[in-house]
């Protein structure tokens, strides 16, 4: 059984940086890409970010800005954000599709000063 755990999110002034962790466990991970998602309150859950085969996209909301990464030996994918926007704010989720979808829990980034 696949599982995320999503960690790092928290309280950040406009302008900051957060990195954003992701570890998953139940599959082997090096061979499946990596999603990050996020949902802002009243909105529907948007893509942010994918890495796979060693190639990364982005949203055009947060190219430029968002970086990931992935470390396969410690099974985990990482959202470096950087020049945070309090249009930023929402629970960010991470995402590996192994037969189907898998769903951390998410963490919550506020971006507010």
């Known amino acids: 059984q696949v599982q995320l755990v999503e960690s790092g999110g928290g309280l950040v002034q406009p302008g900051g940086s957060l990195r954003l962790s992701c570890a998953a466990s139940g599959a082997t991970f090096s061979r499946y890409g990596m999603s990050w998602y996020r949902q802002a309150p009243g909105k529907e859950r948007e893509w942010v970010a994918a890495i796979a085969r060693g190639a990364t996209n982005f949203a055009g909301s947060v190219q430029g800005r968002f970086t990931i990464s992935r470390d396969n030996d410690k099974n985990t994918v990482y959202l470096q954000m950087s020049s945070l926007k309090p249009d930023d704010t929402a629970m960010y989720y991470c995402?590996?599709?192994?037969?189907?979808?898998?769903w951390g829990q998410g963490t919550q980034v506020t971006v507010s000063s």
């Open positions: 995402k590996m599709v192994v037969y189907r979808e898998y």
